[in-house]
T-cell receptor, first 113, second 115 residues
């Protein structure tokens, strides 16, 4: 059973702080890694994708990938109350030749003023 | 708005009834996925189409579930003889095969409640 593990939270951070979200995965064949944001009652919205070891930055967001440790993280700088949501880590199942995604259960982030 | 649309957005039905959901992907996307999400969980893969061909079905998709994508454009997901355990958000996503990242873009979902 291929798995993606996330801390369910809630992760509570003050406005302006850095929020750090973590994810581990079991499938060593995975090549594509995604972070989605999901507001309550809404569908997942893509935040970041990452495919190579190291860091990838996009605005206030930085994704970090370490394939040897099977670990993906998302940093949110200057956190805003509007960042309060559930963050889903998704990893492709490596064997299928297409992006069948395995999702973690999500980490709930709460940014308080 | 990602460009993926789903209809209806909400469906309330009684146990034992049949329901059908529709997904319209981004127009040029040739890959289409169905996922199911229950409260407090991440989406779970149900099935995948490349053009009109259904190439994989999850074990989660019992015989009561059927999905089609007849002309390689929109897709339908039908649940026959619904059960209370079918209550969930049904999500459709689409992607374009051959792009460098092949990101999946999700529709707004159909929330099903079985009474």
């Amino acid at each position: 059973q291929k798995e993606v593990e996330q801390n369910s939270g809630p992760l509570s951070v003050p406005e302006g702080a850095i929020a750090s979200l973590n994810c581990t995965y079991s499938d060593r064949g995975s090549q594509s890694f995604f972070w989605y944001r999901q507001y309550s009652g809404k569908s997942p919205e893509l935040i970041m994708s990452i495919y190579s070891n190291g860091d990838k930055e996009d605005g206030r967001f930085t994704a970090q990938l370490n394939k040897a440790s099977q670990y993906v993280s998302l940093l949110i700088r200057d956190s805003q109350p509007s960042d309060s949501a559930t963050y889903l880590c998704a990893v492709n199942e490596g064997s299928g030749g297409y992006n069948k995604l395995i999702f973690g259960a999500g980490t709930r982030l709460a940014v308080h003023p | 708005d990602t460009g993926v649309s789903q209809d209806p957005r909400h469906k309330i039905t009684k146990r034992g009834q049949n329901v059908t959901f529709r997904c319209d992907p981004i127009s040029e996307h040739n890959r289409l996925y169905w996922y199911r999400q229950t409260l407090g969980q991440g989406p779970e893969f149900l099935t995948y189409f490349q053009n009109e061909a259904q190439l994989e079905k999850s074990r989660l998709l019992s015989d009561r579930f059927s999905a089609e994508r007849p002309k390689g454009s929109f897709s339908t997901l039908e649940i026959q003889r619904t059960e209370q355990g079918d209550s969930a958000m049904y999500l459709c996503a689409s992607s374009l095969r051959g792009t460098s990242d092949e990101t999946q873009y999700f529709g707004p979902g159909t929330r099903l409640l079985v009474l």
